[in-house]
């Protein structure tokens, strides 16, 4: 896959498939759910353990908010973006299935480490489900690993594979890059708080020729971003916030308040260094470089 170069900014743009259906909502969904299988020493939220109460806590809201997107009137692509693992809980998997079958659902995808097993995408409708895997070096056997990964290929569901640009995990990442099916995009993120050189940098652009977005975090302040207008990040409780990474309340999902605070607004941070934060910065236009697979992390070159 030949390097990239950097777009110039482009003008507004929904993802492929949605110009002409009229609203579409995005949802960045993040539940209660803390627990990881995985102990990630770059992780902050590596091997945590929620209580049977807080698992039951994190199963009601899940299947609120599924509920919820369930019985809206226009379309909604929903990403699950849990602190831990998700797809190892049954109602992440139900809740993923469910949702891919929901005609005005236009992707239902979820950030995982596939520690599950992989049959129960049989039951999901494919042309809805993606995956977004990432590869741990040290937390699961590569062979394992790279199996799931191959057998998601076989079964045909739409996945992405990254790791972090780690420096020891570049002769993984390589490995992975050779033995993965040629059309399983493989991205790298930048490793918190590191600096590249160009020298480094070249040899992870090398197997991810996006990597120049994550290399560094991108001046976001007074910048045209999706998010708080088309784009939303939504918790357990149903609060709205326009993405993540900005504590300010939009509403709520459940009483229909946050909708009265839709619409177009400039980013309020000094910088936005999250891949699920600045794909949605309108100057980037990765809108149109990750055009129909905006929410797995699947470039239109893949």
């Not at 777009?7 to 960045?28: A, F, K, M, W």
């Not at 299988?37 to 009601?60: H, I, M, N, T, V």
């Not at 002769?171 to 790298?188: I, Q």
């Not at 605070?261 to 980037?284: A, N, S």
Request: with cysteine; net charge neutral.
């Amino acid at each position: 896959m030949a390097a990239v170069p950097l777009p110039d900014p482009v003008v507004r743009g929904l993802p492929e498939g949605s110009e002409s259906s009229g609203e579409h909502l995005t949802i960045l969904y993040r539940g209660p759910l803390a627990s990881c299988d995985y102990d990630c020493p770059y992780c902050p939220f590596a091997k945590r353990r929620d209580s049977p109460e807080q698992l039951r806590a994190d199963r009601a809201a899940l299947e609120r908010f599924t509920a919820w997107v369930a019985a809206q009137d226009h379309p909604v692509s929903v990403l699950f973006t849990p602190w831990g693992e998700g797809v190892v809980r049954s109602w992440y998997r139900r809740a993923l299935v469910e949702l891919s079958h929901v005609p005005h659902v236009r992707r239902v995808a979820i950030q995982t480490n596939l520690s599950h097993r992989t049959a129960w995408t049989s039951d999901a409708d494919l042309s809805r489900l993606a995956l977004w895997a990432t590869y741990h070096p040290g937390q699961v056997p590569y062979e394992r690993f790279l199996g799931k990964a191959r057998d998601l290929a076989e079964r045909g569901v739409r996945y992405s594979v990254g790791v972090v640009g780690q420096p020891e995990h570049l002769a993984d990442a390589r490995r992975l890059r050779a033995d993965l099916p040629d059309h399983v995009y493989l991205w790298v993120n930048a490793a918190e708080g590191r600096a590249y050189t160009d020298a480094e940098a070249a040899d992870w652009t090398a197997l991810d020729p996006l990597f120049g977005y994550s290399r560094d975090p991108h001046p976001s302040l007074g910048r045209a971003c999706r998010t708080g207008e088309s784009v939303v990040s939504v918790d357990g409780d149903g609060t709205v916030r326009r993405c993540h990474f900005v504590p300010a309340v939009l509403g709520n999902l459940y009483d229909g308040t946050f909708r009265a605070g839709l619409r177009p607004r400039p980013c309020p941070l000094d910088v936005c260094d999250c891949h699920i934060g600045y794909v949605h910065l309108e100057p980037l236009g990765l809108y149109d470089v990750f055009a129909g697979g905006i929410l797995e992390r699947i470039p239109k070159l893949a």
